[in-house]
């Protein structure tokens, strides 16, 4: 069988193919694999992935030989960069780290046709695959190309997440931000205060749709990863050269904290002890209490954190913070005359200098979402080293950037992947702006404005993944594909910015893609819209008319 070598999704730099030679034969009895040194483990996943799929063995064979992968090291070579060649009955993928093969060997898979994405053959003992004369030369664009998962809103348990790790990994994205606790739910064990997840990790019952919604899931949600369980879930990723960055929310988004240990809350100004895990959706009005005790409570939970990532990044939220309690609270207003701030935005920026001091004696970086740039010194806004996450347009990312400080842009208009994905009434419970594939296809990670050394500052891009309105994974998948498609080849692929791109050459190639979708099981939307099942009639959403400001 020959396969079509159109339809590779991210697009790679240079591509060149010809149909009309043959390359080589991947032959379940002949073809061999070589490791060079530093890719034994890129070698031990192909052998796992292609010898469940497509029942290749893939024995131990001499590097460049006939009937044989070799897999080697070419520090010439981008270090996420790769170089496939397949020819005189051999293919080669060289990278300029073991990342490099890496994503080398998923564009491999990708050429094998879907089948090569299956947990078990479809062919008989015997069945070779054909693959034409072909080189392809690729590097990515951007060093930060990632999906924020949000398991705080709805748990996503273990396999699921494991099965999200699989889909970045075959698009060639390398960031998981996890996104683990919230006003609604804790998700990470600390072993230091159980009663995170013994009370936080579960509430009561789940408003159903939009907040302002009559209907609700009667039945408690929750759940937790324990250590190990981040562990193994850090370990999986790494071996796919993912990096999981997590995020603990700080000082807003707290009511799944405080409810568990009420003397985090501002205990002067309402009764904390009264709280649960929150039920419904918005912003919160229980934020953290601005105290010694809360900031050495954070510590402790942070010390624990940094042991199960080891990546450099720790997100600590920031965004969405209200006001109010600080202002009611003697306690909050004697610390902002003590601290000598100048109101409670400073207060805001005092908890976050704090944790990224904290974080950088550690060795580690503070990112969060853009708000953490208000409140704090003029010019010297947050301390060296920290990174913005921009959600709510460029503004943010722009202004972080002119600072000095590094970015990852993720605005709410483009690359929020819980808005609606048409107009129509079809859409499950639909939120926010439309954004189409193609929307998403558009988005241009460097805004104009930012060119030099400010354009430098821009790390990548990531998609958010909100949940609250996806209660389990076949909806997160439907909100998630195949935009994320589309996100990966834009923060991938080396192409001219939007609107230069070629959307319909795109469309040509997910023609190609959905085969491999269907093969690892996502429920991602049809081209043509829902399926029955993948509509909620009656539930209601927040749709937001007309095309979204970007600022």
Request: with cysteine; charged share 25%; net charge negative.
């Amino acid at each position: 069988m020959t396969h079509d070598p159109a339809g590779l999704i991210p697009a790679p730099r240079h591509d060149e193919s010809r149909p009309d030679r043959a390359g080589a034969r991947i032959d379940p009895l002949r073809t061999a694999l070589a490791a060079g040194p530093g890719t034994e483990g890129v070698a031990r996943l192909l052998r796992a992935s292609l010898g469940q799929a497509l029942g290749l063995a893939l024995p131990d064979g001499e590097p460049g030989g006939r009937d044989t992968v070799t897999l080697r090291i070419d520090t010439a070579l981008e270090p996420e960069g790769y170089r496939l060649t397949v020819a005189d009955g051999r293919v080669e993928i060289a990278g300029g780290a073991a990342a490099g093969v890496h994503w080398g060997t998923q564009t491999l898979r990708q050429l094998l046709g879907p089948d090569a994405f299956r947990r078990a053959p479809l062919r008989g003992a015997g069945a070779a695959w054909d693959l034409a004369e072909r080189t392809v030369e690729d590097a990515p664009r951007f060093a930060w190309r990632g999906l924020m998962l949000d398991v705080a809103r709805h748990f996503m348990p273990k396999d699921g997440v494991f099965a999200y790790i699989d889909l970045l990994a075959a698009h060639k994205l390398n960031v998981l931000h996890f996104h683990l606790t919230d006003d609604q739910g804790w998700r990470v064990e600390i072993r230091r205060y159980p009663k995170l997840t013994e009370t936080g990790a579960w509430r009561e019952r789940t408003k159903l749709g939009h907040r302002a919604s009559p209907l609700w899931d009667e039945r408690p949600h929750g759940g937790y990863y324990t250590q190990d369980d981040i562990r193994e879930i850090v370990a999986y990723a790494a071996e796919r050269h993912i990096t999981v960055v997590p995020e603990i929310d700080i000082p807003g988004h707290s009511q799944a904290a405080i409810a568990a240990y009420p003397e985090l809350g501002n205990t002067d100004v309402i009764d904390t002890a009264s709280l649960g895990v929150w039920t419904t959706w918005g912003i919160n009005p229980n934020v953290l209490s601005p105290t010694d005790n809360t900031l050495r409570f954070y510590e402790n939970v942070l010390a624990e954190v940094l042991e199960l990532f080891p990546g450099s990044f720790v997100h600590i939220g920031g965004d969405e913070c209200p006001k109010d309690q600080w202002k009611a609270s003697p306690a909050a207003q004697e610390r902002i005359r003590a601290l000598g701030l100048a109101d409670e935005d400073a207060l805001q920026s005092w908890f976050i200098r704090h944790f990224g001091r904290w974080l950088a004696e550690r060795g580690r970086r503070l990112i969060g979402w853009d708000e953490i740039l208000e409140g704090g010194a003029p010019g010297a806004p947050l301390p060296e080293g920290a990174a913005v996450s921009s959600w709510r347009g460029y503004a943010g990312g722009i202004a972080a950037a002119r600072a000095g400080h590094d970015v990852v842009m993720c605005p709410e208009q483009q690359v929020y992947l819980d808005h609606r994905q048409a107009p129509g009434e079809d859409e499950p419970v639909p939120i926010g702006y439309v954004r189409t594939l193609e929307d998403i296809y558009r988005f241009e990670p460097v805004p104009p404005q930012l060119t030099g050394s400010g354009a430098d500052r821009v790390l990548g891009a990531q998609a958010n993944v909100w949940t609250e309105v996806m209660e389990d994974r076949r909806r997160v998948d439907y909100q998630t594909f195949p935009r994320l498609a589309a996100f990966a080849e834009v923060v991938w692929s080396a192409l001219p910015p939007s609107p230069a791109r070629d959307f319909g050459a795109f469309e040509e190639r997910m023609e190609a893609h959905y085969a491999r979708l269907d093969a690892l099981g996502v429920s991602y939307r049809p081209p043509a819209g829902p399926l029955p099942w993948q509509r909620r009639p009656g539930i209601l959403g927040r749709p937001r008319e007309g095309a979204p400001p970007i600022v």
